[in-house]
């Protein structure tokens, strides 16, 4: 194997883990280390074929994470069902959940095209899409449901920012110690946000923009759509500001979404899902950050987040 990345390279008993699920004459020829996730490592795997070509796979890798198993194992079951539910989302090669043969659990996945957009330019063309996308995931009906929905987030561990407006917080916290309200369950990818999405972005940017895939499927759940739609909205405000936020609902439901009816059942998964990045801005930001975004420091998330929260309170629905 030549590999022209050190931080990207494979541990030994990955590789040989790896080669054993290549073709007859197939080779590992290069590794590189992809950058944006925050759980798993991830490195793109090129491999070298027996009429001289290449192609590329790509390897997740978690370390030292708790809950590992359960994570790979849904992901490699979506991977394994979305082929044939016209979903863009690489295609399985191989798991080893438990650290049978690797040093850690593993998934080895079929790299799609394109690339992840996190700018402002373009996005009022990407919104419908993220929007479309996200409905046609919710159009998925599995033969065999995946796990109930976990939201872990509760009043006790919500992180109020620092010169946030209090008001705000402690009304958005008192609708999450409320019961959750009834829904319809539906096939959730449980972190679609525009880092999880690939484009195929002509240049300048234009119309012509389309979705080539979706990512990292290890958070796989059943559970209500509005759900999805908080996160992705959350993610969206934190991003572009929290107008974006706000407007990925409509353009959800634009695309033949179907949300809950009452303004009072949406703010409740709205302001979950908000509150949950309360506990996390510092995580969610570094990748946000590594990939171009500089100005996203931790503090300017955080104030992203306390003007989201205040605008979702005083524009419930």
């Known amino acids: 194997m030549t590999d022209h990345d050190e931080a990207g390279a494979v541990r030994p008993l990955t590789l040989a883990w790896v080669s054993r699920h290549l073709g007859v004459g197939e080779r590992v020829v290069r590794t590189e280390a992809l950058r944006g996730g925050i759980t798993a490592e991830m490195r793109r795997l090129t491999i070298g074929t027996r009429d001289g070509g290449t192609r590329d796979l790509v390897l997740r890798t978690f370390v030292d994470v708790e809950h590992a198993e359960d994570w790979l194992n849904r992901e490699a079951?979506?991977?394994?069902?979305?082929?044939?539910?016209?979903?863009?989302?690489?295609?399985?090669?191989?798991?080893?959940?438990?650290?049978?043969?690797?040093?850690?659990?593993?998934?080895?996945?079929?790299?799609?095209?394109?690339?992840?957009?996190?700018?402002?330019?373009?996005l009022e063309t990407r919104l419908p899409l993220l929007a479309r996308q996200l409905v046609a995931i919710h159009a998925v009906r599995p033969a065999e449901r995946p796990r109930?929905?976990?939201?872990?987030?509760?009043?006790?561990?919500?992180?109020?920012?620092?010169?946030?407006?209090?008001?705000?917080?402690a009304e958005a916290i008192d609708v999450i110690c409320k019961p959750a309200p009834p829904y319809e369950g539906r096939f959730l990818h449980r972190d679609l946000h525009p880092g999880n999405v690939l484009f195929d972005v002509p240049s300048p940017p234009s119309a012509g923009a389309r979705i080539t895939g979706v990512v990292d499927w290890a958070a796989t759940s059943w559970g209500p759509a509005d759900l999805d739609v908080a996160h992705c909205s959350t993610n969206l405000a934190l991003l572009h500001g929290p107008a974006w936020g706000l407007r990925f609902a409509e353009a959800y439901e634009e695309a033949g979404g179907v949300l809950a009816v009452g303004t009072s059942e949406r703010l409740y998964w709205r302001a979950r899902d908000a509150l949950a990045f309360s506990e996390e801005v510092q995580w969610v930001s570094q990748p946000w950050r590594e990939a171009g975004r500089t100005e996203l420091t931790t503090r300017a998330v955080e104030e992203r987040l306390d003007a989201y929260v205040t605008a979702l309170m005083d524009t419930p629905g």
């Open 77 to 122: 079951g979506a991977l394994t069902l979305l082929p044939g539910a016209g979903v863009p989302a690489p295609r399985l090669v191989a798991v080893d959940a438990t650290a049978a043969h690797c040093e850690y659990p593993s998934l080895l996945m079929t790299q799609l095209a394109g690339r992840t957009v996190l700018d402002y330019e373009g």
């Open 148 to 169: 109930e929905y976990v939201a872990l987030t509760t009043a006790d561990t919500v992180v109020t920012p620092k010169g946030a407006d209090t008001a705000a917080w």
